[in-house]
């Protein structure tokens, strides 16, 4: 599974940015998708997460309200409408695809952690 994120950038507080993040090659088993989010000198962290099947989605409590993640399922792409930014987001938001362990037919499966290589969001104050 290949992941390419787009859409950072730089942008002053209270403005809004879309990210995105295609998805390629075997993704049938992939389970979740989500974006992480690690500033310079601090640990990863989720921002958000979504389900392939249902949907269901999850937020950090710090970006509840102002971040609202979907999913275009035919394009298998992924997007993070993050609007009302904060210099706090700053950070490099990455892409997540998870796939659990599992079989299909013959072909069995480890779980796996797949991730794009981050798109820089920059929330000037």
């Known amino acids: 599974v290949q992941l390419v994120e787009s859409g950072g950038g730089l942008v002053q507080a209270g403005g809004s940015l879309r990210l995105s993040c295609a998805a390629s090659?075997?993704?049938?088993?992939?389970?979740?998708m989500a974006w992480y989010r690690q500033a310079p000198g601090k640990r990863r962290e989720l921002v958000a997460s979504i389900t392939t099947a249902g949907g269901s989605t999850d937020y950090a409590d710090s970006v509840k309200g102002r971040f609202t993640l979907s999913r275009d399922n035919a394009e298998n792409t992924m997007y993070l409408q993050m609007n009302n930014l904060k210099p706090e987001d700053t950070a490099v938001y990455l892409c997540n695809a998870h796939r659990p362990s599992g079989c299909s037919g013959s072909v069995c499966y480890n779980e796996f952690d797949f991730w794009g290589q981050g798109t820089r969001v920059t929330v000037s104050s």
């Open positions: 090659g075997r993704t049938s088993r992939i389970n979740a």
